[in-house]
């Protein structure tokens, strides 16, 4: 009979750990503190107590250190997925500006409300070419193949046509200049 009653209670206890635990891991939580390291998708936060390892992919995706600095004092909120934070929302405390997590369409930048810093690759020029995901710019000393599927997706000659003025920010990958923001010039 003890037994039995044993057997019950660990069986409940265990069906109730079940339903529990996996929340307790995505708990939705806040931390603000100093950025330490950034890189394409996400930064270190020292938050004075504790230094996260903070994925900011879902909100700024590949383009991070174009809207975060080392110095920066922010606010996250997300989740923990492992060793890592996921950002849902990212506040700089000094500006106010938050940026969140959005489908806004393509066009728009991925990190709609923020303001990004000045790139260091930054290029302006002429549309030659378009295809699926990209385009050819021609900036007047130099062509460049431009990946454009972190801003547009595999739907570029839906928003750029050949004879446009742009300019962009983003980085040199394996050749190729990986577009973070396109904006048309007048």
């Not at 100093?34 to 996400?42: K, N, R």
Request: no cysteine; aromatic share 8%; net charge negative.
């Amino acid at each position: 009979m003890i037994n039995r009653i044993v057997i019950g209670a660990l069986a409940v206890s265990g069906i109730g750990a079940a339903l529990v635990l996996p929340n307790l891991s995505h708990a939705q939580t806040t931390h603000t503190g100093t950025v330490e390291q950034v890189w394409e998708d996400g930064f270190r936060l020292n938050t004075g107590d504790r230094t996260l390892r903070v994925d900011a992919w879902t909100v700024y995706g590949d383009s991070t250190a174009s809207y975060v600095a080392v110095g920066d004092e922010l606010t996250i909120t997300g989740e923990f997925e492992g060793r890592e934070f996921d950002a849902f929302s990212i506040a700089g405390t000094d500006s106010g500006s938050t940026a969140t997590a959005t489908t806004a369409a393509p066009a728009e930048s991925a990190a709609v409300g923020a303001t990004p810093r000045p790139a260091a690759n930054t290029y302006s020029g002429t549309v030659e070419r378009v295809w699926e995901d990209g385009f050819q710019l021609n900036t007047g000393d130099r062509t460049l193949r431009v990946d454009t599927w972190d801003v547009y997706g595999d739907n570029t000659a839906s928003y750029v046509s050949v004879g446009d003025r742009i300019t962009m920010s983003g980085e040199f990958e394996h050749g190729e200049f990986d577009a973070s923001t396109i904006r048309p010039n007048p």
